[in-house]
T-cell receptor, first 111, second 113 residues
């Protein structure tokens, strides 16, 4: 079965500290991976995507993610978080004609 | 680019009633997706259109759910004989090229009493 697993449902982190949000996906012949962010009372917004090419992908707001095929992972990282990064983060996989989303990680940045 | 819009934003209905939601995608986008999102969960795929053709439907989509995209532009999602378990946020997204970025609308929050 196709799946995306986000192991951490909640991640508290102090302001200006680094953060990593973990994502693992079920392997497919072709896979395209995405990270979306959902701020409180707002719609989903794309942070970054991996379609092909370089395994290190840079996105908006200083976020980056690394595609690791052997570990079937696509972890999201930011070297220094801000209060404004507090939000729900979703990892997603596109295969066939469907997107599969993880259950989300709630990132809380503590002042 | 005015983004993806959805109407209504909120809908409260009684169990057994029918409801219909509308999604207007970004004008040049030929692909349109419907999702359902419940509290604490990620969006769950419901169905997918390419132009006016409905190409994929989730096995989770019961016979009470139907979606249309009559002219390849806006889409409607109808739920017949609503149940309390249908209470959720219904999201619409559109994209131009597979598997390019999906742009999400703000969602329609359905509450079934």
């Amino acid at each position: 079965a196709q799946s995306v697993t986000q192991l951490d449902s909640q991640v508290p982190v102090f302001e200006e500290a680094p953060v990593e949000l973990r994502c693992n996906y079920s392997s497919s012949v072709s896979v395209y991976l995405f990270w979306y962010v959902q701020y409180p009372n707002q719609g989903l917004q794309l942070l970054l995507k991996y379609l092909s090419g370089s395994t290190l992908v840079k996105g908006i707001n200083g976020f980056e993610a690394e595609f690791n095929k052997s570990q079937t992972s696509f972890h999201l990282r930011k070297p220094s978080v801000h209060i404004s990064d507090t939000a729900e983060y979703f990892c997603a996989k596109f295969t066939g004609n469907q997107f599969y989303f993880g259950t989300g990680t709630s990132l809380t940045v503590i002042p | 680019d005015t983004g993806v819009s959805q109407d209504p934003r909120h809908k409260i209905t009684k169990r057994g009633q029918n409801v219909t939601f509308r999604c207007d995608p970004i004008s040049e986008h030929n692909r349109l997706y419907w999702y359902r999102q419940t509290l604490g969960q990620g969006p769950e795929f419901l169905t997918y259109f390419q132009n006016e053709a409905q190409l994929e439907k989730s096995r989770l989509l019961s016979d009470r759910f139907s979606a249309e995209r009559p002219k390849g532009s806006f889409s409607t999602l109808e739920i017949q004989r609503t149940e309390q378990g249908d209470s959720a946020m219904y999201l619409c997204a559109s994209s131009l090229v597979r598997p390019d970025t999906q742009y999400f609308g703000p969602g329609t929050r359905l509450t079934v009493l």
